[in-house]
C-alpha cells in the first residue's frame, strides 16, 4: 500500500488593497448581492460575482424557500447566470461574500459541496481555472487559484 498525500494552497490577503482593482470591483459587486438575497429561513445571505475572460460580470444571491432542499445557493445562482446571458466565455474570477444576520463571521466562509462541484463543472465546461475571492464580515481575503484546490480527487464527466 501506499499514502498519498493532498497538499493545496491559498492566499490570504489582509485587505482589498494587495488584490487588483478588477477584483476589488467584483467583489464590491458581490456585495450588493446581499442586500438582493432571499434568506427569510437561514438569515444566512450570500452574494456572488463571477467576471468572465471578456471582462463582462454577473451576480447571483442565494433564493431559499419554505421546502428547506430548494435552497439554491449564492454561487451557483452567479454561475448559472452568467451561463445564461454568455454561454460561450470562460469564467476566471468568482467572488463570494457572505453576510449572517445573526452572528458577526470573521473568516471568510467558503462554498458548499454543491457549489464546489458546479464551480469544478465550469472549470472543465470552459477548460479555464477559476480563481475563486473569499470574504465575509472582516477584512481578510482568501484566494484560491482553482476550485481544484478545495475539492480534491473531484468526480468529473471523464469518469462517464
Ligand atoms: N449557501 C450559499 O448560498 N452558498 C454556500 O456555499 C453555502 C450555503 C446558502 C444556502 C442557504 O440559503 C443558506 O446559505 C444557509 O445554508
Do not use: W
Amino acid at each position: 500500500m501506499e499514502i498519498k498525500k493532498i497538499e493545496s494552497s491559498y492566499i490570504i490577503h489582509h485587505g482589498l488593497e494587495s488584490l487588483p482593482q478588477v477584483d476589488q470591483n467584483l467583489i464590491a459587486y458581490a456585495i450588493t448581492q446581499l442586500d438582493h438575497a432571499y434568506a427569510p429561513y437561514s438569515q444566512f445571505k450570500v452574494g456572488a460575482a463571477v467576471r468572465l475572460k471578456d471582462g463582462s460580470t454577473y451576480a447571483g444571491c442565494n433564493q431559499e424557500n419554505a421546502s428547506y432542499p430548494l435552497c439554491m445557493c449564492g454561487e451557483r445562482v452567479a454561475l448559472y447566470n452568467a451561463a445564461v446571458y454568455s454561454p460561450y466565455v470562460a469564467p476566471e474570477t468568482l467572488a463570494i461574500v457572505i453576510k449572517n444576520e445573526k452572528k458577526a463571521i470573521t473568516t471568510p466562509v467558503s462554498p458548499c459541496g454543491a457549489c464546489r462541484q458546479v464551480i469544478a463543472e465550469f472549470e472543465q465546461r470552459f477548460k479555464n481555472p477559476i480563481r475563486i475571492l473569499l470574504t465575509s464580515d472582516s477584512k481578510t481575503i482568501y484566494e484560491l487559484n482553482s476550485v481544484q484546490d478545495i475539492l480534491p480527487l473531484s468526480f468529473d464527466s471523464s469518469f462517464l
